[in-house]
């Protein structure tokens, strides 16, 4: 007696076909719970239109705010500060500070025109100047405590520099919320 090998039922591939539909179920499963994720961990957009729709739900008038241009942000040097830093004996910092402040820009969209070198020929903007004056008090004094509460240690540490400038940014735009200022430069930095 010839024994006969047994026939195969349709749709059933053997041990590769379990394989490959093991492979696409997981890739199924992976996919959706990948999209999933991702779905859920991305912040959803808001987009905010102003319409006027009619009864019919036509637009008969699509309103979008117009923002203002953004100026580029105008330098004020504020002047040299020489200051007792919070150590113990006598250790100074000597600096020259310039602020970044925003500025609105023209509603021609021209550049302002520049004021000329006036004030020890520091070059600054004589319209930033006239808007600043009256703050000047208040921001030095700002400036000089800021600083002299700086370590050496804090200073000299990589980065210091930069989060002395953000402390100086922060506390600036406290005092003065009315102008926005957006940069510190030190253009000297010297301890002693």
């Given at each position: 007696?010839?024994?006969?090998?047994?026939k195969?039922?349709?749709g059933?591939?053997?041990?590769?076909m379990?394989?490959l539909?093991?492979?696409?179920?997981?890739?199924?499963?992976?996919?959706?719970?990948?999209?999933?994720?991702?779905?859920?961990?991305?912040?959803?957009?808001?987009?905010?239109?102003?319409?006027?729709v009619?009864?019919?739900?036509?637009?008969?008038?699509?309103k979008?705010?117009?923002?203002?241009?953004?100026?580029?942000?105008?330098?004020?040097p504020?002047?040299?500060?020489?200051?007792?830093?919070?150590?113990?004996?006598?250790?100074?910092?000597k600096?020259?500070?310039?602020?970044?402040?925003?500025?609105e820009?023209?509603?021609?969209?021209?550049?302002?025109a520049?004021?000329?070198?006036e004030?020890?020929?520091?070059?600054?903007n004589?319209?930033?100047?006239?808007?600043?004056?009256?703050?000047?008090?208040?921001?030095k004094?700002?400036?000089?405590?800021?600083?002299?509460?700086?370590?050496?240690?804090?200073?000299?540490?990589?980065?210091?520099w930069?989060?002395?400038?953000?402390?100086?940014?922060?506390?600036?735009?406290r005092?003065?919320?009315?102008?926005?200022?957006?940069?510190?430069?030190?253009?000297?930095?010297?301890?002693?």
């Amino acid at each position: 007696m010839a024994s006969k090998s047994p026939k195969k039922a349709p749709g059933d591939g053997g041990p590769n076909m379990k394989v490959l539909l093991a492979a696409m179920g997981i890739a199924v499963i992976s996919s959706v719970s990948s999209f999933v994720a991702i779905r859920f961990a991305m912040p959803k957009q808001v987009i905010i239109e102003k319409h006027i729709v009619t009864e019919k739900g036509k637009i008969v008038e699509d309103k979008h705010e117009e923002k203002k241009p953004e100026a580029a942000p105008e330098a004020y040097p504020i002047g040299e500060f020489i200051v007792n830093l919070s150590e113990p004996g006598r250790r100074y910092l000597k600096t020259s500070v310039t602020l970044l402040v925003a500025g609105e820009a023209p509603a021609d969209g021209k550049k302002k025109a520049e004021g000329g070198h006036e004030g020890g020929g520091d070059g600054a903007n004589a319209a930033i100047k006239a808007e600043m004056a009256p703050y000047e008090a208040l921001y030095k004094d700002t400036i000089i405590t800021t600083l002299s509460r700086q370590t050496i240690a804090r200073l000299q540490a990589p980065g210091g520099w930069a989060m002395v400038k953000d402390e100086l940014k922060v506390a600036l735009n406290r005092a003065v919320p009315d102008k926005k200022v957006v940069g510190v430069l030190f253009t000297d930095f010297i301890i002693q």
